[in-house]
């Protein structure tokens, strides 16, 4: 009987996607090792730190606000006043967004 108690206890251990690839193959050895999530969702569980996922973030729209920013004097060159004035307010959206990325970094070092 306490053979029995023991054996049903060992069934709590947890198994993490993120120590398998992200693959069909990766999946497979995720379900041998008893894993329990779907195909669908082992794929797109997020395997960066938060650390990561910010710095790629930051990178994104920061890219996005140099884009902004180069087509608002290019269109403001070429006489497109309302084009122009909607990619300066792009582009102040991606500076606020750049600005909330790089606290929720700093929150994380602290």
């Known amino acids: 009987m306490k053979l029995l108690f023991n054996s049903f ?14 693959t ?6 995720y379900l041998k090792a008893g894993g329990g999530m779907q195909l669908a969702d082992f794929q797109v569980f997020e ?3 938060k650390k990561q996922v910010l710095a790629d973030n930051i990178n994104r729209v920061y890219n996005a606000m140099n884009y902004h920013y180069d087509m608002f004097f290019y269109y403001k060159n070429i006489g497109e006043l309302e084009t122009s004035t909607m990619h300066w307010q792009s582009m102040e959206i991606r500076a606020n967004q750049l600005s909330e990325y790089h606290k929720q970094l700093s929150l994380l070092d602290n």
Do not use: C, E, H, I
């Not at 206890?9 to 992200?22: H, N, Q, R, T, Y």
């Not at 069909?24 to 050895?29: F, H, T």
């Open 47 to 49: 395997r960066r730190t």
């Open 9 to 22: 206890f060992m069934v709590d251990l947890v198994v993490s996607p993120k120590d398998f690839a992200p």
């Open 24 to 29: 069909k193959v990766g999946y497979k050895q």
